[in-house]
């Protein structure tokens, strides 16, 4: 706090400065940041609450929610929300908590209806988040709550009706009681000697042999094919592909390359270039890309990756699109060192 | 016989190394390759909404160096230059603000040494030994020396007056990324001890701890440290976010699940000898080594047994225990072959005693998924190899 006489005598201060700050210290305030604005805060505060508090006036039908889920989730979550490989699975599993296995979706397991809204519409699709509209985030919602036979096929979910839908768990959440429960019995002088009778080995982690082998080696692997098929490719500018390659991280969530690839949400993308469209075996594409004729020319890939569901109306393909014609060069370019 | 090694000139005795700058920002050498993060394919769907694992069967100290300290991303790690970070305090305070990175650090600044422990650590050993190595069972953790401003003092700066009554009111904490990753935390706590920091370890934080500003919640479980930290609402209750209902939330055996289920109970591993660390030197002195670390406070105690919890010997901590940190133990033994059923036990400045995989089924069952601070059994076989285990 020294120095504030020296900022009082400066001459270049402005007089509103001054006064900001003589009440800033006053409250052990340093007058650090500035104030947001009403349109800053309305653009990051989105947040719903248990209570409705946070919703958009607006409202979507399980019907359209059936389309939109169709297009946007169901390559990991299933088209009946019941979640694909390793995904998470939205609908089912009532009555299951206490079982062996509990299957832990929105109908089983979420205690509020606001949680499903709020998280669908900031952090979904997956890789794609924050490009629903409040509408379509309604509809999506409503077509969970339909997948968990919680609402009938001709409900529509708004602001207005939404706190009227019940959650079948919404009782099953206990405040954390380790304090009681644990704490209290295990706070106690630990036994040193003679502590049991006798120890046996009763599982061993061998028995399962689920711990994976030493992926440094398979790493190597990668990394030499990637290198190998660049060099084989000496037209393509390495900064380029390099620069692809962090492009390509927004397309990683569903895609994957190189050897070893599969298919995920999306078709592998080996080979891409000059392949036939919606060729790659084994990937159920929309029918707009299944039907679709011709090959996958540097044009052709840019004109998709500009504006996907532009290029081809009903792609299951839920990303937004690149905005920049660089970034399409360089994970064209990328995509072009993998055979 | 004369170790040639020695009798013999050896080409780095003769000739040049590498001059300074041949590495302007160092890596480990070669030969220690594989003391890296790993990840268990199996347990998600995809990498960029996964987790990796701390070697922590190769380390020592107490100290996580940050190139190999766990990640746990849910939409995978962002790049935000310091310039186009922002951070905004809104919600229940007197003048909502948005700070700069540099406006940041001009407030006051500390430096705390704390763990940060995913509350799924030993998940995957709630149901029976699994995994085959310290790094896998326990490796969700890392040990870091933060530099950050006080959330006490940033919340002061937006000014709390508008909040009332602070006894119940919350935090709304958010990240920058795609999954944005929100929890909210009692007002309690965020005065208490959390922390917004940018450095780690003397260093900016690494793009995949949350570089350039990430929460930290000292003893709290590590869904709790948001990264790119974004914004902080000052709200009248909890926002129940996915995170805090879908997830980390510990469903008991009755079909009831426990939620805020903040602190990381005392815990402690041997780090070696285990699975990916056996003993490899032959017999004569062994130096039995592991951590221990409570959200409760400093660990005050550990012990260690060589026979699966008959009988338990006090090891040596490197130093007095702190609060919310990594405390590293010794016990400088003796080892001529003979099984061992290697099992450590912490306690804490509570009274705190570090329970078994049993006492926790008791009151728990197997489906908690996170909270496994159970004590974990390593058998080291005459060869010096161990196993993961479970013993009656």
């Avoid at chain 1, 900031?122 to 609402?151: C, H, K, W």
């Avoid at chain 1, 009778?197 to 030493?214: F, G, H, K, W, Y």
């Avoid at chain 2, 170790?3 to 190394?17: K, N």
């Avoid at chain 2, 422990?117 to 310290?134: D, I, K, V, Y």
Wanted: proline content about 5%; charged content about 25%; aromatic content about 8%.
């Amino acid at each position: 706090m020294s120095k504030f006489p020296k900022l009082i005598g400066g001459a270049a201060l402005l007089a509103s400065t001054a006064v900001l700050t003589t009440e800033a210290l006053a409250n052990g305030k340093l007058g650090l940041g500035r104030e947001a604005l009403p349109e800053e805060i309305a653009a990051w505060d989105v947040d719903i609450r248990p209570d409705g508090q946070g919703l958009p006036v607006g409202s979507g039908s399980v019907a359209d929610g059936e389309m939109l889920f169709s297009d946007n989730c169901a390559a990991c979550h299933g088209e009946f929300a019941e979640g694909v490989d390793n995904w998470p699975e939205l609908a089912g599993g009532e009555g299951t908590l206490a079982d062996e296995d509990p299957v832990k979706t929105v109908g089983s397991y979420w205690p509020y209806l606001s949680t499903a809204w709020d998280y669908v519409h900031r952090s979904m699709p997956y890789g794609s988040a924050q490009t629903l509209t409040d509408d379509e985030v309604y509809a999506i919602v409503a077509y969970i709550l339909y997948s968990n036979f919680l609402v009938e096929d001709d409900f529509v979910l708004s602001n207005e009706n939404f706190l009227d839908v019940e959650m079948p768990n919404a009782d099953g959440f206990i405040i954390d009681d380790r304090a009681e429960a644990e704490y209290a019995q295990w706070r106690t002088e630990p036994c040193m000697s003679d502590c049991k009778d006798s120890v046996e080995i009763t599982m061993r982690a061998s028995v399962l042999n689920v711990t994976p082998e030493d992926e440094a080696s398979a790493d190597t692997g990668e990394a030499e094919v990637v290198q190998v098929a660049a060099a084989a490719e000496p037209a393509v500018d390495p900064a380029l592909v390099e620069a692809g390659e962090k492009v390509f991280g927004k397309c990683k969530a569903c895609h994957q390359v190189g050897e070893g690839a599969k298919n995920r949400s999306g078709p592998i993308l080996n080979g891409i270039l000059g392949a036939d469209i919606a060729s790659v075996d084994g990937f159920r594409y929309s029918k707009t890309l299944a039907e679709m004729d011709g090959v996958w020319t540097e044009e052709a890939l840019a004109g998709f990756l500009a504006d996907p569901r532009g290029y081809a109306k009903g792609t299951k393909m839920s990303f937004a699109g690149l905005k920049k014609e660089d970034d399409i060069a360089a994970v064209t370019a990328y995509l072009s060192t993998f055979e | 016989t004369p170790d040639p090694l020695i009798t013999e000139i050896q080409p780095w005795a003769q000739v040049f190394g590498d001059g300074v700058d041949a590495t302007p920002y160092g890596l480990p050498i070669e030969y220690e390759s594989d003391v890296i993060r790993r990840n268990v394919e199996w347990l998600t769907a995809d990498t960029t909404s996964s987790i990796n694992f701390t070697p922590i069967h190769a380390l020592d100290g107490t100290i996580t160096p940050q190139g190999c300290a766990f990640e746990r991303h849910h939409s995978g790690a962002i790049e935000l230059r310091k310039q186009d970070y922002r951070l905004m305090v809104n919600g229940l305070v007197d003048t909502p603000l948005v700070f700069t990175y540099d406006d940041l650090e001009r407030f006051p600044r500390e430096n705390h040494v704390y763990f940060c422990e995913c509350a799924a650590n030993t998940g995957m050993e709630w149901a029976g030994a699994q995994l085959n190595g310290a790094q896998f069972t326990h490796g969700m953790i890392h040990n870091m020396e933060y530099t950050g401003v006080s959330l006490r003092t940033i919340l002061n700066e937006a000014g709390l007056g508008a909040a009332g009554d602070l006894a119940d009111k919350w935090v709304y904490v958010e990240g920058a990324d795609a999954s944005s990753n929100g929890r909210s935390i009692p007002m309690e706590k965020a005065l208490d001890d959390v922390l917004v920091a940018f450095k780690a370890n003397g260093e900016a934080l690494r793009k995949e701890h949350g570089y350039p500003v990430r929460l930290v919640v000292p003893g709290w479980e590590g869904n709790l440290w948001v990264k790119w930290l974004r914004r902080i609402e000052v709200m009248d209750g909890p926002v129940e976010s996915r995170e805090e209902t879908s997830k980390y939330t510990d469903t008991l055996e009755d079909g009831t699940s426990r939620k805020w289920t903040w602190v990381m109970d005392a815990k402690s591993v041997i780090t070696s000898p285990s699975p990916q660390a056996p003993i490899t030197h032959g017999h004569g002195s062994l130096v039995i080594t592991g951590l221990a670390w409570s959200g409760h406070g400093a660990i005050t105690r550990v012990d260690v047994s060589k026979d699966g919890g008959v009988t338990w010997e006090t090891a040596r901590l490197a130093k007095p225990g702190e609060k919310m940190a990594l405390t590293r133990f010794y016990l400088d033994t003796e080892w001529n072959g003979e099984e061992m059923l290697l099992q450590a036990r912490a306690m804490d400045e509570t009274g705190y005693v570090q329970p078994t995989k049993d006492q926790l089924r008791e009151v728990r069952g197997e489906n908690s998924i996170y909270h496994n601070n159970c004590i974990q059994t390593w058998h080291v076989m005459p060869n010096g190899e161990a196993e993961n285990v479970e013993v009656s």
